[in-house]
């Protein structure tokens, strides 16, 4: 990490009541490199490149403790395990009911209209999150 982005990952942890450490660092630039919607798994496979002593368990529990205080979003864990939403921009999600595969949508692509931001019952929206769950290209031409 160079030592910009350390300035910026101390700021980030400071705002969001995380401890600063070496296993929390270097998983947090992996994570911000990796595309898609990555799993604990597939996030530890390229953090132990980096730090071969780092724990399954460990990623596990940085990667719910950066969930839990919103520097990350979890995606909707029916997609069969829990995956991680590093994209800031508003989007959905396409969830392939076969492969388990799941792609960003725009809102304009979808053609969503204006949200509100309390709905019946007085519940007040955060945020909205729209899965279209459907058959990827790849699953259709198999």
């Known amino acids: ?14 705002k969001n009541g995380i401890a600063v450490t070496q296993q929390r660092r ?14 604990p798994e597939e996030v530890y496979v390229e953090v132990k490149k980096k730090v071969p002593s780092i724990s399954l368990a460990t990623v ?15 995606v909707s864990m029916h997609h069969g395990s829990l995956r991680v939403e590093m994209n800031d ?6 969830v392939c009911s076969r492969c388990k595969e799941i792609s960003d949508i725009g809102e304009q692509e979808l053609g969503l209209l204006a949200k509100k931001e309390t709905l019946p019952g ?3 929206v955060e945020r909205y999150s729209v899965d279209v769950i459907g058959v990827c290209s790849k699953c259709q031409g198999k």
């Open 89 to 94: 921009e508003v989007h959905h999600h396409m």
């Open 122 to 124: 007085g519940f007040l």
């Open 1 to 14: 990490m160079l030592a910009n982005e350390a300035r910026s990952f101390r700021e980030l942890c400071q």
């Open 26 to 39: 270097v998983l947090y630039g992996v994570m911000k490199t990796m595309h898609g919607h990555p799993s």
């Open 60 to 74: 596990y529990k940085n990667i719910h403790l950066f969930v839990e205080s919103g520097v990350f979003r979890e």
